[in-house]
Nanobody, 127 residues
Framework: AVQLVESGGGSVQAGGSLRLSCAAS????????MGWFRQVPGREREGVAT????????YYGDSVKGRFTISKIDKMHVVHLEMNSLKPDDTAMYYC????????????????????WGQGTQVNVTS
């Protein structure tokens, strides 16, 4: 069975850092894009970052550019999200997602192209 397991969430003061990890299993070799999205109650799920698992092409949401970095472990379906200079506005449930297509390679990464989702990990940033 396919599975996505996120880890690394928690509470941190503004200006601090956290590192999220996501391990995807059960997909064989067909995973092409992995991404991170976040959501707060009452708001749309927002794209944070995505990475092409073959070529390593990355894209970021405007609100996190320059502060967050997505990376991958070669030959494994594992991605990390390094979050620095965290702000209270970064408080959200963070979800890992998998896209079996290649949309992220072309900068096209709406949440609707990701067919598989983890259960989420909570990030709280206090002022």
């Amino acid at each position: 069975a396919v599975q996505l397991v996120e880890s690394g969430g928690g509470s941190v003061q503004a200006g601090g850092s956290l590192r999220l990890s996501c391990a995807a299993s059960g997909f064989g070799s067909s995973v092409l894009c992995m991404g991170w999205f976040r959501q707060v109650p009452g708001r749309e799920r927002e794209g944070v970052a995505t990475i092409d698992t073959d070529g390593g092409i990355t894209y970021y949401g405007d609100s996190v550019k320059g502060r967050f970095t997505i990376s991958k472990i070669d030959k494994m379906h594992v991605v990390h999200l390094e979050m620095n200079s965290l702000k209270p506005d970064d408080t959200a449930m963070y979800y890992c997602a998998v896209d079996l297509g290649a949309y992220c390679r072309y900068g096209n990464w709406p949440k609707t192209v990701y067919g598989y989702w983890g259960q989420g990990t909570q990030v709280n940033v206090t002022s």
